[in-house]
């Protein structure tokens, strides 16, 4: 969560941009402001038991700091996550249902599918990636394959036209703007990665 | 106890003037605004949804929530996700902001329970559906003159030839709209709460006196002149006080 939170600082002005061209222009701002109080807290919570507690946590603080759409659809995708784990670590298995759970609630909460230009773009090749990945390897190789398909599902958002959200207003103009939501997905997915490394050493 | 009503928007003004609209139909229904983001700029925040859900709760039972746009539906549904404890006395309803909230209000008004509240709000997007609301009838009723009357969508229209006039117990009488607005917002309420307190159905040309947007929905304008009608135990007096209320004008004439 602090490597996520860096890591959108870092990327603030990036979804900033992204967000002014096919959106209102709030997407960066909104997501630091939204890590940054998770930071704090998590500071504030001391050691939670379970990663669930750490993901419900998380969950109601974007929920109330986000503001815009991002703030409850990143929210139940937490939320929801939190709910399928109730332990201290994450095993491959454990990871996989924990990003389905995260899919479905956005997919529930945004009624938007693969395709539409949203979120969902780099959400559901993510988890499709880390179902693959969990037969044979361990939590660091499924988050690899996460993020990286997370990352190719974002780019693949750049030629579509908008069909959900707020950048559907726009019809065919927002072709050719990667989607900042499938972005800040992209940037969550990898800064996961940057911290599982520096936690396996 | 009654049904409180917590609209919420993306604009602080745009729900209190909202708020304003329904207090002046609705006088003594609950209504709580949640709107503007965290900063109290545009946009939504589920603290300001979570605060007024529990006000309006501090007051009352039940709860029907209306939000304008998408993001504010996303975070009135994160509201009822995060506590499991609101959705049996919390419901969001799928209608149109104004209309909804009017309807709505009006129907909390009128002591309708928390089923009765969210489907006089669903309702309400007939009013603005792109088929017509009303749709004139003609009764071909021999020996009398047809009559031109309205009756919203999916009441029972009195088949052609069916004593729909002159009926031993039907009352009517035919008064002038006093006010320059016809029946604008405000006396629409005003008739609306009246017909509701009587208990016996009345109709102006044709409209359920009791529904707001239906009175509203006639269109009518100063100098035209309506039929009011009631039927059965109390049509005699039911006529009279509604007739009454328009004759005197609602204090604009």
Known sequence: MRQAASDLKAGRDELTELDRRIGDGDHGSNMDRGFTAVVAKLDDAGSPETVGQVLKLVATTLMSTVGGASGPLYGTAFLRASKVVDRATVDPACLVSLAEAATEGIVARGRAHVGEKTMIDAWQPAVEAAEQAAGSGDVLDVLRAAAEAAEAGAVATIPLVATKGRASYLGERSAGTEDPGARSTAMLLAAAVTAAEEVAG | ?253
């Open chain 2, 1 to 253: 106890m009654s049904v409180a009503l917590v609209l919420v928007s993306h604009s602080p003004r745009l729900a209190d003037g909202l708020a304003e609209l329904t207090a002046q139909m609705a006088p003594d229904v609950v209504v709580r605004c949640a709107a503007g983001d965290v900063d109290g700029g545009l946009g939504t925040s589920l603290d300001r949804v979570q605060e007024a859900v529990e006000a309006a709760l501090a007051r009352t039972d039940s709860v029907v929530v209306l939000a304008d746009l998408g993001s504010a539906v996303l975070v009135v549904e994160s509201v009822l996700e995060l506590d499991p404890d609101l959705p049996p006395r919390v419901r969001m309803v799928s209608a149109p902001f104004v209309e909804g909230a009017v309807a709505a209000a009006v129907s909390a008004q009128q002591g309708a329970d928390l089923d009765g509240v969210a489907a006089a709000a669903e309702d309400a997007a007939r009013s603005i559906g792109p088929e017509p609301v009303y749709q004139v009838v003609e009764a071909a009723g021999t020996g009398s003159p047809p009559i031109a009357g309205t009756w919203a969508q999916g009441e029972v229209v009195p088949e052609p030839g069916a004593p729909s006039s002159g009926a031993a117990d039907e009352v009517s009488a035919t008064v002038e709209i006093r006010n320059a607005l016809g029946l604008h917002a405000r006396p629409a309420a005003v008739v609306a709460r009246a017909a509701a307190d009587l208990g016996v159905p009345v109709t102006i040309e044709g409209a359920d006196a009791t529904s707001v947007l239906a009175l509203m929905s006639l269109g009518t304008t100063a100098g035209q002149r309506v039929t009011v009608t009631a039927r059965g135990d109390g049509a005699q007096g039911a006529v009279a006080l509604v007739s009454g209320l328009i004759e005197g004008g609602f204090g604009e004439a």
